[in-house]
């Protein structure tokens, strides 16, 4: 139990364009998910706090308008890197609480961005 | 404020001996600890945690982690290394902030495993 999935699982994308990532919780339902960052050989950095049917909190130093994230339904919460730059390039994690249990977070396998 | 420190980015062992690798946290209250371990480009798997109740924490694949308060302490442990524990590990330390709860993640430690 307690699988979160990810996709694409690897994106290459040209500089400029938007790339939507989407995690999903495909056995429980996840009232929140958060999306990380990390860097090569670095720990996950967080990104923003996704709550079903609200508005998501974005962690300092994060631009929300470029990191758009969308929590439509308990088991699907999508991050969009929108006009992407070679900088945007990393590897994004999703995770996911159990709804009722907050301490523990489940996470998908990351999403590798490459943006040329 | 809550933080973790993890001691030593890297630690190489043999095959068969013990793994140690060590995680110090600081929370302004009571934390629920947590260790991941990560396979290249995969994402975090959760090893064990504590949140309350025994201080010493049995986990997957041998691992265990005692909580030590008073060190402000959540070793992690395992007595027979083997090649497939080879991996990142990541101590994390969650807490309930006004903003709800929000989890830390220390640096990583990388765990190679010699035969």
């Known amino acids: 139990g307690a699988v979160v999935s990810q996709h694409p699982s690897w994106v290459i994308c040209k500089s400029g364009t938007s790339v939507k990532i989407e995690c999903r919780s495909l056995d429980f339902q996840a009232t929140t998910m958060f999306w990380y960052r990390q860097f090569p050989k670095q720990s996950l950095m967080l990104m923003a706090t996704?709550?079903?049917?609200?508005?998501?909190?974005?962690e300092q130093g994060v631009e929300k308008d470029k990191f758009l994230i969308n929590h439509a339904s308990l088991t699907l919460s999508t991050l969009t890197v929108t006009s992407a730059h070679p900088e945007d390039s990393s590897f994004y994690i999703c995770?996911?609480?159990?709804?009722?249990?907050?301490?523990?977070?489940?996470f998908g396998p990351g999403t590798r961005l490459l943006v040329l | 404020a809550q933080s973790v420190t993890q001691l030593g980015s890297h630690v190489s062992v043999s095959e068969g001996a013990l793994v140690l690798l060590r995680c110090n946290y600081s929370?302004?209250?009571?934390?629920?600890l947590f260790w991941y371990v990560q396979y290249p480009n995969q994402g975090l798997q959760l090893l064990l945690k504590y949140t309350t109740g025994a201080t010493l924490v049995k986990g997957i694949n041998g691992f265990e982690a005692e909580f030590k308060k008073s060190e402000t302490s959540f070793h992690l442990t395992k007595p027979s290394a083997h090649m497939s524990d080879a991996a990142e590990y990541f101590c994390?330390?969650?807490?309930?902030?006004?903003?709800?709860?929000?989890?830390?993640f220390g640096a990583g430690t990388r765990l190679f495993v010699k035969a």
């Open positions: 996704s709550n079903e049917g609200s508005k998501a909190t974005y």
């Open positions: 929370s302004s209250v009571p934390p629920y």
């Open positions: 994390a330390v969650s807490s309930l902030n006004t903003g709800g709860f929000k989890t830390i």
């Open positions: 995770s996911a609480r159990v709804a009722g249990g907050p301490e523990t977070q489940y």
